[in-house]
């Protein structure tokens, strides 16, 4: 079996190198090729495995996006070709669903619109593509990276190793190994030495090598003349301040087995997703590092609203349920009435404030 081969290996990892840091192991855990969660197995997403995405709820999702590649591609001059890279893009829905958007939409874009995708599972790795893109978009992609975990314990910050007891995995904290780690907190200006003891954080250090390594993509090889592109981030997650707040006590970290949330991340490494917010206040310091703006930080409600998804069900409403109005108790009626009402909690998935609307969407561009 896959997963006890992988619970094994990193104990043999352990064993040699002594404890891992919580980022090695979910490296490990997620990313060890022939057993990593994201390299191996059957579907890990929409109703039949561990936990959908928006783009698993409803087409609406990928025609936002649509319009909003669209007004991109507008203020770009519309390039032909408008090569859009789609990172950690599972099984391709959204990238299906922009496309048939385009088509059926607005033909000149579909004609110019080159939308690739990429995922881990391909067995090449995202962050290494030679493509040039005019726009990098993810839903879902860097709250899957591995991050360090640390916890407050009277005046110092500690951070989990993951180490062995009589052959099963444990926690244990030791100093920060890295001064990066050490120093991650406080450069973000959050005020951990007033939390409680046991207040535990994530930090996602790959997020801004991402960033870093997406933005240079946008601007291609040529380093005199730098291209003009965005860079499309969703996911969950806050700006720092709130995200490293008292009120979280015990973080952000969270992993999924079949539709499950569970809370201990060191049993069946392999088999079930680990994930934790984004910090996207680092995502946008790393962004202005690497030259690019801030253009857009929303919420997916406001997002949604801002690209038109309350028109357009507004305009499905008119144009194919008139009858609930006119004739609801007919047969027919009563079939637009649940029909409707399916449409209408599709949205409402996407946009509830405390589920996917809170998710946040961040536009960087040059
Ligand atoms: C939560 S899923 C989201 C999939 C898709 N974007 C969607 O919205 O349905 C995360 C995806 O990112 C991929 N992934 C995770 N880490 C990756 C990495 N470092 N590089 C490329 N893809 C990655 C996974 O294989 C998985 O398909």
Known sequence: MPAALLHDLILDAIQQRGPLSFADYMRMALYEPGYGYYVTGPARMGWEGDY????????FFAN?????????????????????LEQGAGRGNLALGVRLWASQEDPLLAAALDYQTEDIKQGLDALTSQITPSVILSNELVDAFPVHVVEKRGDQLLEVFVTAENGRLSETLASPSSPQIATYLDDYKIPWRSFDDGWRGEINLDAEKWMAHAAQLIFGPSPKRKRRGFILTIDYGDLAKQLYS??????????????????????????????????????????RKAGLRLDTFLTQREWLTKMGIYDELEQIKQRDFAIIDTDRASDQGQIALFQWYNLRQRVAALTEPSGMGNFKVLILKR
């Open 52 to 59: 959908y995405t928006s783009s698993d709820v409803a087409a």
């Open 64 to 84: 936002c996006l649509g319009r909003q590649l669209r007004q991109m591609w507008d203020q770009l001059g519309r390039p032909t070709p408008f090569v859009v």
């Open 246 to 287: 008292p009120y979280r006590y015990h973080g952000t970290l969270a992993c999924y087995f079949q539709h499950q949330l569970t809370d201990r991340p060191l049993v069946r490494p392999g088999e079930q997703d680990i994930t934790a917010h984004v910090n996207f206040t680092a995502l946008l310091q790393a962004g």
